[in-house]
């Protein structure tokens, strides 16, 4: 006969496994999100989601775990740190030859590591407690992972609406187990934020419409990344060399400074995309691009939504004769790409023509001085 489970002793081994498959913290807590459902029906009446429609329809599902997946009643939510070494998020920034991806990009697609390691923790667990069913989520299901890892106590969601955790700032990935077992619950974190507002004064968008709510329509990493069509032309000139999302909220976080380095090789960046040339990026061919991206998180926008975010950039930066050149060689393969060529071109086009004017400006009171020193030295009846 087989004595009954002590639930907080398996909850201790469950992290305990967790750190050992390379989770930095793993937090239990239960399905009841009630709370949210006020702000989430709020934030999608306000059409917040732009685009992404699926965030509709799931609506309030997504605040329900238990009826996602029948039988759960606790969720084991997990983080990763993925902060590379010599991540160089500001020289990036700074240099608009330079294209600017989202640090959590830079190596392996962080769905399959996640999901990877979540399957065989939900595995370990099943081999200590037969009768266990389990569901791993990484990013992969309607789930308000923020708010399930604020009541396990992996940290608070800050004005940014991401998961802030004291000791370690932002730079994580989550995680999320559903289970059918009454492990015990920890307690929720508390919020830090305090007065704070540098992600929102920070913002290059000013998606942070108020603390805690993000208009996605206006935010760079939906623009460059979930957005199928035209990035509207107003925001344009705002999103610089930001080819692939934004980190700009969580650069200039306080909780932030000290935040660790990862240790998973996994998140390494690939050479062809660390503090890459954007005219370098802009020369792949599709095959190209499909071949440096196989197994990143970047190939699922596709190719020409990754040459239109190049394209902007293209047009925001100085003005270069061979970027003209490459813009104008991209024509006529693609209709939303060329209306962003158009764009670009015409930008590179004004700043040639200011460089131009600038140089004559420049060179007129050279001129009038020669003129004049040569007036003095004629004769009089010349």
Not at 272 to 298: C, H, M, N, R, V
Request: glycine letters at 6%.
């Amino acid at each position: 006969m087989s004595l009954p489970l002590d639930f907080d002793q398996l909850a201790q081994h469950i992290k305990q496994w967790g750190q050992e498959l390379g989770f930095q913290q793993v937090g239990i807590c239960d399905t009841d999100l009630t709370a949210e459902e006020p702000k989430l029906q709020t934030w999608l009446d306000h059409q917040y989601h732009g685009d992404m429609a699926w965030l509709a329809r799931y609506g309030m599902l997504r605040a329900r775990p238990h009826e996602l997946q029948p039988g759960t009643l606790r969720v084991i939510s997990v983080r990763m740190n993925y902060l590379p070494p010599n991540a160089a998020l500001a020289k990036t920034l700074k240099n608009p030859q330079l294209g600017y991806i989202s640090r959590y990009a830079l190596g392996r697609d962080y769905h399959k590591v996640l999901r990877q390691r979540l399957k065989k923790l939900g595995d370990k667990i099943q081999s200590h407690c037969s009768d266990f069913s389990f569901r791993p989520f990484v990013d992969s299901a309607p789930i308000m992972e923020r708010p399930l890892a604020a009541k396990a106590g992996i940290g608070w969601t800050g004005k940014h609406s991401l998961t802030i955790n004291r000791e370690t700032g932002s730079w994580f990935f989550l995680g999320e187990l559903l289970v059918d077992i009454p492990l015990p619950p920890d307690a929720p974190a508390e919020e830090n934020c305090g007065r704070c507002v540098a992600c929102m004064t920070t913002c290059p968008t000013n998606a942070i419409v108020e603390p805690y709510i993000v208009d996605a329509r206006r935010c760079i990493s939906y623009l460059t990344i979930e957005l199928e069509g035209a990035i509207p032309e107003a925001l344009r000139p705002l999103i610089g060399n930001r080819i692939y999302g934004c980190d700009d909220c969580q650069m200039c976080c306080p909780w932030n400074r000290f935040a660790p380095l990862s240790e998973e090789t996994d998140f390494t960046p690939r050479d062809d995309l660390y503090q890459p040339q954007l005219l370098a990026l802009y020369a792949w061919d599709e095959a190209t691009f499909l071949a440096k991206t196989e197994g990143s998180p970047i190939r699922r926008i596709g190719y020409f939504r990754w040459l239109r975010n190049i394209t902007v950039a293209l047009g925001n930066a100085p003005y270069q004769p061979e970027i003209l050149a490459a813009l104008t060689q991209r024509k006529g393969i693609n209709a939303i790409l060329d209306e962003h060529i158009d764009w670009a071109i015409a930008r590179q086009t004004a700043r040639r023509e200011q460089r131009e004017q600038q140089s004559i400006n420049v060179q007129q009171p050279k001129l009038q001085r020669l003129i004049r020193s040569v007036e003095k030295g004629l004769p009089r009846d010349a």
